[in-house]
């Protein structure tokens, strides 16, 4: 009887970086936490959230974030933005709790993100801070140029 392998991946140096700049980029993310949802609560004119707020948020998000760069490059099946968007439905019901007013907003960001009624969902790293965006500038060049080897490697393998 076979018993059916996970493919052996390689590991190699480039490999062991990408991942070790992916858990900075998680840690950077984590830390930008609180200061991204107090600045999503500041431009309502609340004051800082609830540190429920804040720990339901990273309860959410930081474990999926964390699993995601740590699997190697070919099993990623997401973003680590498309992770932290998971937040806005948590975000966005506290809002609404504390009286927040959906925004008027354009019809293509209805289509493109239609449960982001306060438009909270970052575009880019630097959303969440500078620091964020340099981790995640960091972890996207090592991403592309990990995929970048392993296609070329694949290419003369054949």
């Known amino acids: 009887m076979m018993v059916a392998m996970e493919p052996v991946r390689p590991s190699t140096p480039d490999d062991v970086a990408f991942a070790s700049y992916g858990l900075e980029l998680a840690e950077a993310i984590d830390a930008a936490l609180p200061g991204w949802i107090a600045t999503s609560w500041t431009r309502f004119g609340l004051q800082a959230p609830l540190d429920t707020v804040v720990d339901d948020v990273r309860a959410a998000i930081v474990g999926p974030l964390r699993a995601l760069v740590a699997a190697d490059l070919d099993d990623q099946r997401s973003t680590p933005l498309g992770v932290i968007r998971n937040a806005v439905p948590i975000l966005s019901e506290a809002l609404a709790n504390a009286g927040v007013e959906p925004l008027v907003r354009d019809e293509m960001l209805v289509r ?40 070329r490697r694949a290419g003369t393998d054949s």
């Open 112 to 151: 493109l993100e239609p449960d982001d009624v306060y438009g909270l969902s970052p575009a880019s790293f630097a959303d969440l801070g500078p620091d964020v965006a340099e981790a995640g500038l960091v972890w996207g060049a090592a991403k592309a140029h990990v995929h970048l080897q392993r296609r």
